[in-house]
């Protein structure tokens, strides 16, 4: 059995960037459009007004302040709000593999590794933008890596269910390094017209790369201490949206096949689950919280975090204890842990033990804990 290391961590972000303030205006065109149009039935009673959004409900209800996007003119105009991405030719590459061989160049070069020290690819993400070829075979195609790729998909915990896979490939022995990727579309499954859920996702990819702690050169390795995994069913954050749709002519254009969820109820159920699970997998490992320098979080929803790392270390955390991306980024699914990783890892010392957590649809809920060297 391999020791296994992270030795490089890459991040793509779209170019365009939306704002609250934009977000809230492009729906309330939309509500008062429709409230307009349709207030006969409204003074009837036969249908209900659509109420605004606004910038403070937003923040306060998620810390999200602005998101990346793949495509903005689509989601700000009010007759269409979703992204518009062109169908691309079967010769091109996918959008997706665009996205994830952008960030993997970047995790490559901080691992200081080539397409050819790889041994196998993982896309694990939310939503893959096709059912066959695997993404991750195209991703390995478009970087030239020989050996395997597969696709994966356990919601906003798809990236450390994809780290803990890596991880078991190289440990014994199956691959030296794997690459892990994360391209997520989000903007394209959300539903622009819901008030509830219109500000939370944005788009962007993260990749890791996973590999024999021998072989490992980088000066930005973490050694994988554990990991720990964990789903139980639940109904509360959903997407319906599959092949079968097409079999079910009144399921076509219904609100659950876009995203969904009781949001109160993840908030609910989630927090207490994740505190848990981390809790407990410290201790497996004859690890403290207090010994934790850093917690990096799924980022969905800032009180959900604030909430988990009091109940981790029984007070409020510090700024560096468990950063927070999700303000400029909003929820990008199982990017998330990622960025925050990405962006807050250079500045701990060698030793110095860290947790990424993702938390999502499922329920789905990943531990990885890692130590710098």
Request: some cysteine.
């Amino acid at each position: 059995m391999h020791n296994v290391v992270i030795s490089g961590t890459g991040l793509y972000t779209p170019t365009n960037s939306i704002s609250n303030e934009e977000l809230v205006a492009s729906f309330n065109a939309y509500v008062q459009a429709f409230n307009a149009e349709n207030a006969g039935a409204i003074e009837r009673g036969e249908i209900e007004a659509l109420a605004e959004s606004s910038v403070a409900f937003i923040e306060k209800a998620s810390g999200i302040k602005s998101r990346f996007v793949v495509d903005k003119d689509g989601i700000l105009d009010p007759k269409r709000m979703t992204p518009r991405i062109p169908e691309r030719s079967n010769d091109e590459w996918g959008i997706l593999c665009e996205m994830a061989v952008s960030a993997a160049r970047q995790a490559l070069e901080r691992a200081g590794k080539t397409p050819a020290d790889i041994d196998g690819v993982i896309v694990a993400c939310s939503n893959l933008q096709r059912a066959y070829p695997a993404v991750a075979i195209e991703v390995q195609a478009a970087l030239g890596i020989n050996g395997f790729g597969y696709d994966m998909n356990v919601a906003c915990s798809s990236a450390t269910f994809g780290i803990q896979a890596a991880t078991n490939a190289v440990q014994t022995g199956q691959a030296r390094a794997i690459l892990m990727v994360n391209p997520e579309i989000c903007t394209g499954h959300l539903n622009f017209r819901d008030r509830d859920s219109h500000f939370i996702f944005g788009d962007a990819a993260t990749a890791v790369i996973i590999e024999r702690a021998d072989q490992a050169t980088s000066r930005h390795q973490f050694e994988v201490v554990g990991t720990k995994l964990l789903t139980q069913f639940s109904n509360n954050i959903r997407n319906n949206f599959g092949f079968l749709n097409r079999a079910a002519e009144e399921g076509v254009g219904a609100r659950d096949k876009l995203f969904v969820q009781e949001g109160r109820k993840v908030f609910k159920d989630v927090c207490p689950m994740v505190a848990e699970l981390i809790a407990t997998h410290l201790e497996e490992n004859k690890l403290n919280v207090a010994d934790v320098k850093r917690f990096w979080l799924h980022q969905a929803n800032l009180n959900m975090n604030l909430l988990i790392a009091r109940k981790l270390l029984g007070r409020d955390a510090e700024a560096d204890e468990a950063p927070v991306i999700l303000d400029t980024y909003a929820n990008t699914s199982s990017a998330g842990s990622v960025i925050a990783f990405h962006k807050h890892q250079d500045d701990l010392p060698s030793g110095a033990l860290g947790v990424l957590s993702s938390f999502g649809a499922g329920y789905s809920i990943g531990s990885v804990i890692l130590r710098k060297r």
